[in-house]
């Protein structure tokens, strides 16, 4: 059985410049702070063609954070923004939040063969870790009752 948590903190001594890809703002602020906490330094953006013209221009990024990925559709406009992100980060450490598995990937793309070929750019060399289990946030609001 692999230890995650051990795995995650030794991978994090690793990791100097980190960009965060997330439209909620408040996201992002959590985000920079536990990043600024491991002494990493933080870059936060709210749009997939923001994080695209940074690392075009600067690819100093060890990490980056795509969060919420399956929470709306994306056109092929938005899916080809993240083809191209993910082209641009091969063998670089990239994480992407979603609460929506990949075998439901097919709906969040107008064309079928595009989730396809994202989930086979996602899980080539990567380490995947399902977080199944109950809703943290419906936790905290049952114990609030």
């Known amino acids: 059985m692999v230890n995650y948590k051990k795995l995650i903190f030794k991978w994090f001594n690793n990791i100097q410049n ?3 890809v997330d439209d909620n ?3 992002r602020a959590i985000l920079k702070k536990i990043t600024n906490n491991l002494n990493i330094n933080f ?3 709210e749009s997939g063609k923001e994080a695209i013209e940074l ?3 600067n690819n100093e990024f060890d990490l980056i954070i795509c969060d919420e990925i399956g929470y709306t559709s994306l056109d092929q406009k938005d899916a080809e923004l993240l083809f191209e992100l993910l082209a641009l980060r091969t063998n670089k450490s990239t994480i992407i939040i979603t609460n929506l598995s990949f075998d439901k990937w097919d709906e969040l793309f ?5 989730a396809i070929t994202l989930i086979d ?3 080539y060399n990567a380490h995947i870790v ?3 289990g109950p809703s943290y ?3 905290k609001t049952v114990k609030n009752e």
């Not at 107008?110 to 595009?114: A, F, S």
């Open 121 to 123: 750019r996602i899980t």
């Open 25 to 27: 703002s408040k996201s």
């Open 18 to 20: 980190c960009l965060v």
């Open 43 to 45: 870059t936060g953006v």
């Open 130 to 132: 399902n977080m199944n």
């Open 55 to 57: 690392i075009k221009n």
């Open 110 to 114: 107008e064309i079928k063969i595009t």
């Open 137 to 139: 946030r419906n936790k």
